[in-house]
Structures are given as structure tokens and as C-alpha cells.
T-cell receptor, first 114, second 115 residues
Framework: GQNIDQPTEMTATEGAIVQINCTYQ??????LFWYQQHAGEAPTFLSY????GLEEKGRFSSFLSRSKGYSYLLLKELQMKDSASYLC???????????????FGKGTHLIIQP | DAGITQSPRYKITETGRQVTLMCHQT?????MFWYRQDLGHGLRLIYY???????DKGEVPDGYVVSRSKTENFPLTLESATRSQTSVYFC??????????????FGQGTRLTVV
């Protein structure tokens, strides 16, 4: 089975940096995904890590340590529009990275204050 | 329009009624999924499909039925709706491809209330 933990809520200031952590325990692993979800909207893809290390994409970066079962999403130069829920998800061990369904954490609600 | 669309966006039904939620994608993605999202649980996989006429159970399949006669459509049926099935339902699709990154694209969701 899969168990994914992430903080329920975080607050940060506009222009600052925030790190959202995710830990997972799985019977198999084939990639870790981060999705963003604004209130009342669909989740949208942010990043994917399958190898250890940091993946950078503009203001967003994602890090993975497979040996520790740990990932984080780093958001820089925070903007008010970054207020959303951030979902950590793990792909099953037998697919090409999530194609057989993802297991999601409960999400971290990020509040950006002026 | 290209993309993935769900219908209806909102539905209220009575306990015991059969309800079908529709999902249509225009990318010809092989894989399609149904998730439900509830407070305190996050997104949970109900059913998924690897191709037309191939479906499999996810984490919470009880009370649901799916079919996939065409690649682009993946309807979800609640055979006899219960209040515990009140939720927001998301359909998603992805292209398995050869690479490891198989990003899933989500529809806008259907908010279902069972009274």
C-alpha cells in the first residue's frame, strides 16, 4: 500500500519562499508528482521526479530523495495567485509513471499573505 | 474543443437512484481515470482504464460501475446512490508513452450531492 503525508496548511508572505514537504511509504515506487489545485478547480500538473535530486521549473522546484521517502516543493517569489492546495502524489511501481492511477496525499493548503 | 470535459458539472440526486457521470477526452489518450475528492481524504482513485474495453478497480470502487466502449469516453455510474457518495468527482486522462513522465490531465469535476 501507499501512505503519503504532507502538512494540512501553511502560510507564507508574498515575495517570500516556501517549502512544502511530502513523505511517503510505498510498497513500490515509480515517480512522485506535484499538482496544484485552486479552490473549485481541477488539479493541474506542476512537476515529476523519478530520480533523486532537484528539478527546477521557473519559480517552482521539486526535490526527491528515494532512500528517505521524501520530497519537497519549493516555491520562490511567491505571488497571491499561488494561494492554492498543493497535492503530492506517488505513481505505482508497475506503470510508466502514474498511468495506472496515482495515490494522492491529502494536500497542503497554502495561504499567501500580502 | 480539445481537452477533457465532464458533464454535468453539478448534480443533485436522491438516495437509491442511478446516476451516470460523463467524461470525454479529445487527445486519444490511452489511460483514463475516475477520482473522488472529499475533505479529509484528498483524491482517491475509483476506477481506471488502460484502453477501450479494459478497466480495473482503484482504491474505492464499491458502488460504482464503469465502461469504456470508445477510447474517448469513460462514463462512471452510481448504481444506487448513497449519501456517502456525495463528493466531487474528477475524471483524468494520460498518455502512457515511452517516457516516465505520464502527466494526468484532469477535467473540471462534477459536484454530486445525494439527498
Amino acid at each position: 500500500g501507499q501512505n503519503i503525508d504532507q502538512p494540512t496548511e501553511m502560510t507564507a508572505t508574498e515575495g517570500a519562499i516556501v517549502q512544502i514537504n511530502c513523505t511517503y511509504q510505498t510498497s513500490g515506487f515509480n515517480g512522485l508528482f506535484w499538482y496544484q489545485q485552486h479552490a473549485g478547480e481541477a488539479p493541474t500538473f506542476l512537476s515529476y521526479n523519478v530520480l533523486d535530486g532537484l528539478e527546477e521549473k521557473g519559480r517552482f522546484s521539486s526535490f526527491l530523495s528515494r532512500s528517505k521517502g521524501y520530497s519537497y516543493l519549493l516555491l520562490k517569489e511567491l505571488q497571491m495567485k499561488d494561494s492554492a492546495s498543493y497535492l503530492c502524489a506517488v505513481g505505482p511501481p508497475y506503470s510508466g509513471g502514474g498511468a495506472d492511477g496515482l495515490t494522492f496525499g491529502k494536500g497542503t493548503h497554502l495561504i499567501i499573505q500580502p | 474543443d480539445a481537452g477533457i470535459t465532464q458533464s454535468p458539472r453539478y448534480k443533485i440526486t436522491e438516495t437509491g437512484r442511478q446516476v451516470t457521470l460523463m467524461c470525454h477526452q479529445t487527445w486519444s489518450h490511452s489511460y483514463m481515470f475516475w477520482y473522488r475528492q472529499d475533505l479529509g481524504h484528498g483524491l482517491r482513485l475509483i476506477y481506471y482504464s488502460a484502453a477501450a474495453d479494459i478497466t480495473d478497480k482503484g482504491e474505492v470502487p464499491d458502488g460504482y460501475v464503469v465502461s469504456r466502449s470508445k477510447t474517448e469516453n469513460f462514463p462512471l455510474t452510481l448504481e444506487s446512490a448513497t449519501r456517502s457518495q456525495t463528493s466531487v468527482y474528477f475524471c483524468a486522462s494520460s498518455d502512457r508513452g515511452e517516457g516516465l513522465n505520464t502527466e494526468a490531465f484532469f477535467g473540471q469535476g462534477t459536484r454530486l450531492t445525494v439527498v
